[in-house]
C-alpha cells in the first residue's frame, strides 16, 4: 500500500488482514457466546509494517508515519501502544464507558477472553 501525504511524505506498508478464525484454541466462553448469538464482535484483524522508508525532499524533512510508537486499532487508533514492530487493527471489545479503552475484567469473561 502506497502512502502520499500533502507535505511529499511517501511510505510503502506491507498490510495483512484475516477474517473469521479455525475453531481450535478459542476459549468455551466465546464458543457459547457465538452459538447463542450474542457475540456482537467480527473476528476481524490486521497488522501493518512500514515496507519502504518515507521519501520526502531534504528541506521538507520532518518525523514520518513509520518512526512512532505502534498502535492499536478498531476502526479508529486506541490509546493503546502495542510494544509490537507493527501497527495491530481488530475488531476489539472496548469499554462501555469511554469506548476509547480495551475491556478488562478482573473476572475474565467472553470479552477479556475475545481480547
Same mark, same amino acid.
Given at each position: 500500500?502506497?502512502?502520499?501525504?500533502?507535505?511529499? +511524505?511517501?511510505?510503502?506498508? $506491507?498490510?495483512?488482514?484475516?477474517?473469521?478464525?479455525?475453531?481450535?484454541? $478459542?476459549?468455551?466462553?466465546?464458543?457459547?457466546?457465538?452459538?447463542?448469538?450474542?457475540?456482537?464482535?467480527?473476528?476481524?484483524?490486521?497488522?501493518?509494517?512500514?515496507?519502504?522508508?518515507?521519501?520526502?525532499?531534504?528541506?521538507?524533512?520532518?518525523?514520518?508515519?513509520?518512526?512512532?510508537?505502534?498502535?492499536?486499532?478498531?476502526?479508529?487508533?486506541?490509546?493503546?501502544?502495542?510494544?509490537?514492530?507493527?501497527?495491530?487493527?481488530?475488531?476489539?471489545?472496548?469499554? +462501555?464507558?469511554?469506548?476509547?479503552?480495551?475491556?478488562?475484567?478482573?473476572?475474565?469473561?467472553?470479552?477479556?477472553?475475545?481480547?
Amino acid at each position: 500500500l502506497g502512502v502520499l501525504d500533502n507535505s511529499v +511524505h511517501q511510505e510503502t506498508w $506491507i498490510v495483512h488482514q484475516r477474517i473469521g478464525f479455525v475453531d481450535k484454541d $478459542i476459549p468455551n466462553s466465546i464458543k457459547e457466546a457465538q452459538a447463542a448469538n450474542q457475540l456482537g464482535l467480527l473476528p476481524r484483524g490486521g497488522a501493518a509494517v512500514c515496507y519502504k522508508k518515507c521519501q520526502q525532499s531534504f528541506r521538507e524533512r520532518t518525523e514520518c508515519y513509520h518512526m512512532g510508537p505502534k498502535r492499536a486499532f478498531c476502526f479508529l487508533p486506541l490509546p493503546v501502544e502495542t510494544k509490537l514492530p507493527v501497527h495491530v487493527n481488530g475488531h476489539f471489545a472496548l469499554d +462501555h464507558e469511554a469506548r476509547r479503552n480495551l475491556w478488562r475484567d478482573e473476572g475474565g469473561g467472553m470479552k477479556t477472553d475475545w481480547n
